[in-house]
Every structure is written in structure tokens, then in C-alpha cells.
């Protein structure tokens, strides 16, 4: 039996292109000692790909001209010689952008299995794994939010950005203002993203609605764009304001000598703030508590995540060179396989 996957066939310049992949046929894995061998259901992409393809991560193992496609998705077991992931248990894993993988538990990052199976499987990209925890870590554990903060996000339609202010309410937030491109996404904010005011970036003064917005500063900034936008956010600081560094979207597709110069960063030291990256993996022992309160929350009708499914494991590529071009609403993913 064959499986179709998607392998690296060159490397991205600037922005991701589907040129840069090849669908091929390959035999399905077999199973081997200590292994899992799972059926792909949903595939997710992440503007960190870009760097996965061009091997400018640590995290990810480098990629050759040839390799399968590094990516996470949620699984299906359906053969096991691993206690650790039993048939049938539905997982989260680094699978590849492929129909099947054989995985073991000890690789890193560690697959997770998913309990909450009663909600939609998809939601194992989305609110109950990587783009709803790094909304909760970023507001909870580095944006240290409080039910009095005004908290502006950036990046608000995209797949962490879609979940910021649903949950910044769940946390006690009682308004949300979000930074999107374009009419459509900003309207999509504002009645299914849980934001109380949206500014388009591409057609509105930001400087202006900043000012207007925020008169006496902002108390949290979710930042997943940096450059400019954040330089503007800098010189608008309450004092203690916590500038949560989640991505920096805007600065991904340029050279080192090409990044934008921060002018308002003494503002920091002025304003007695803090502005801290995080990565949402070194919080790996405390998934299985965000899951639990992430499904809580959507449980009680507080969380309703926004998810943008295309049908196909032809259509991975495009699904991730949508994330460049601002095409994706909420969390953009695509719907390989089903349960068997
Ligand atoms: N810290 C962590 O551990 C962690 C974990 C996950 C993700 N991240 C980071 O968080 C950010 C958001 O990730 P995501 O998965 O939710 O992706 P995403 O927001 O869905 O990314 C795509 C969106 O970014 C916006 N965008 C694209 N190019 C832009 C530009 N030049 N300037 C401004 N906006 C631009 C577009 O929205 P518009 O239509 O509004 O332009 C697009 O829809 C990324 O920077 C990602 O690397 C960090």
C-alpha cells in the first residue's frame, strides 16, 4: 500500500511558494519495535515553517532537499508496539506532511494524546493544543493579565491571535482591541473572535486609533507581528505595561541587516515595563493542564475556536503560503484523513 507526501523540493528565498514542494508516493511505514505506526487526520501549518525550510531553527532536525515536510498534526494509532501510544489512541505528534508516520514516544517534542475526543478532532491543532496554549501562556504566564489591564493584540485574526481575546475574557479581560488587515478580517474579529474594537493595519491611521484607543496607554500588548507596529506600541506604555513577544511575523521574511531598528525601546525604562519573549514548548509539563482548562472554557460556550480547514493533503502547501499573505482566518489547517 502507498501513502502520498509532501517533500522539500527547494528552499524559499522570501516567502514560502507551493514550488518549493513535491507530492510524491512512497510505501506505508512499517511497524518496528517500540514504535506506532498512525493514520494523519489533521495536518496544521505555522509561519515557523518558513524557518523549518530554511533550517533556521534549533528545534527542528534540518531539512534536506528531499525530506518529508516537518509538521504536527493529530493521529490516529493503528498499529502499536508502544505502550505509551495504544492502538486507537488519537495523538498529537510531529508526524510529517504525510498520510502516515511511524513515531515513538520518547521523540521530541513528545506526542501527546488528546482526551477530550467528544469535541470536533480538529481541535487538536487548534484551542486543545500549540496556537490555544500559547494564547494562555502568553496572557497568563508572561502577560501576568489582570481583569483591569487594556490589552491590545496584533495579529489578532490569525490562528493564536483569533483565541487572544476569547482568552483574555475567560481570564476576566473585559475589552479586547485587535490589530488585523483588511475589512473583512477586521469584521470577522469583532463577531467571532471575541474582540470589542478592531484596527485594519492596512487602511487605518494606526497612530491615530492607537491615541484614540488607548488615551492613557496600554497595559498588554500580545505582539505576533514586531517591526514598526511595535515600535508604535512602545511609545504608548502605561507604566508596568508587559509587552508579551508571542511572534514577530513582519520581520520573518527579512535579512539580519534588514530588521527594523527599534526607536521607543527606552520607553521600557521609563515606564518601568517589561517586554519578554517565550516559547511555548518549554511549557510542555503543564499541556495537559491547559488542555483541561481550555476545554473547560470552550465547554462552557466561552471558547469557540476559529479554524480555517481546507480539504486534502494536496492543498498543504497553499495552506501555508496563505499564512504569508494574510489569506488565513483564524487557525489554518487541513483535513488529511478520518478515523478508521
Ligand atoms: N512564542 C511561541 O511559542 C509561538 C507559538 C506559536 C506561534 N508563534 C508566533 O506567533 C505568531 C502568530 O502565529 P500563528 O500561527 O497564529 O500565525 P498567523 O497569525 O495565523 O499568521 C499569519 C497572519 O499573520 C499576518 N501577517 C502576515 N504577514 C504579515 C506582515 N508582514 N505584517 C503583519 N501581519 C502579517 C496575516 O494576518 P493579516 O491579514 O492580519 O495581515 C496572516 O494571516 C507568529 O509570529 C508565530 O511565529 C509563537
Redesign the pocket.
Known amino acids: 500500500m502507498k501513502q502520498k507526501q509532501w517533500v522539500l523540493a527547494g528552499r524559499p528565498t522570501g516567502a514560502p511558494s507551493v514550488d518549493n514542494f513535491r507530492l510524491q508516493e512512497a510505501p506505508l511505514p512499517v511497524l518496528t519495535t517500540g514504535k506506532a505506526l498512525v493514520k494523519t487526520l489533521y495536518l496544521g501549518v505555522?509561519?515557523?515553517m518558513l524557518r523549518y525550510m530554511r533550517n533556521e531553527t534549533a528545534f527542528e532536525r534540518p531539512m534536506q532537499i528531499g525530506d518529508v515536510m516537518a509538521g504536527r498534526g493529530v493521529a490516529q494509532v493503528i498499529q502499536s508496539d508502544c505502550p505509551d501510544l495504544p492502538l486507537g489512541a488519537i495523538i498529537q505528534a510531529r508526524l510529517g506532511w504525510q498520510e502516515y508516520a511511524l513515531i515513538d514516544a520518547a521523540q521530541y517534542p513528545k506526542p501527546f494524546i488528546l482526551p477530550h475526543t467528544d469535541l470536533p478532532l480538529s481541535y487538536g491543532i487548534s484551542t486543545l493544543a500549540?496556537?490555544g496554549f500559547?494564547a494562555l501562556?502568553?496572557l497568563r504566564e508572561i502577560g501576568k493579565l489582570k481583569p483591569t489591564d487594556t490589552i491590545l493584540v496584533?495579529?489578532?485574526?490569525?490562528?493564536?491571535?483569533?483565541q487572544v481575546a476569547m482568552v483574555a475574557k475567560a481570564l476576566g479581560a473585559q475589552s479586547v482591541v485587535g490589530?488585523?488587515?483588511?475589512p473583512a478580517?477586521c469584521q470577522a474579529l469583532l463577531s467571532k473572535m471575541a474582540y470589542d474594537v478592531a484596527i485594519d493595519?492596512?487602511n487605518d491611521c494606526l497612530e491615530e486609533r492607537l491615541d484614540e484607543l488607548f488615551p492613557s496607554g496600554i497595559d498588554v500588548f500580545f505582539d505576533?507581528?514586531?517591526?514598526p507596529?511595535l515600535d508604535l506600541v512602545l511609545a504608548r506604555l502605561k507604566r508596568r505595561a508587559r509587552i508579551v513577544?508571542?511572534?514577530?511575523?513582519?520581520e520573518?521574511?527579512l535579512e539580519d541587516g534588514d530588521r527594523y531598528q527599534y526607536k521607543n525601546l527606552q520607553n521600557l525604562g521609563r515606564q518601568d515595563a517589561k517586554m519578554e519573549?517565550?516559547?511555548?514548548?518549554d511549557y510542555e509539563p503543564y499541556f495537559s493542564s491547559y488542555a483541561e482548562q481550555l476545554a473547560a472554557w470552550i465547554r462552557a460556550g466561552i471558547i469557540t475556536p476559529i479554524e480555517h480547514i481546507s480539504e486534502g493533503i494536496e492543498t498543504l502547501p497553499q495552506a501555508l503560503v496563505?499564512?504569508?499573505?494574510?489569506?488565513?482566518f483564524?487557525?489554518?489547517m487541513v483535513h488529511v484523513g478520518d478515523v478508521s
Open positions: 505555522a509561519p515557523v500549540l496556537s500559547t501562556v502568553g496584533s495579529g489578532a485574526g490569525g490562528g493564536v491571535g483569533s490589530i488585523a488587515g483588511g478580517k493595519y492596512k505576533n507581528v514586531g517591526g507596529l513577544i508571542c511572534g514577530g511575523i513582519s520573518y521574511l519573549a517565550f516559547f511555548v514548548y496563505d499564512l504569508y499573505v494574510g489569506a488565513n483564524g487557525v489554518r
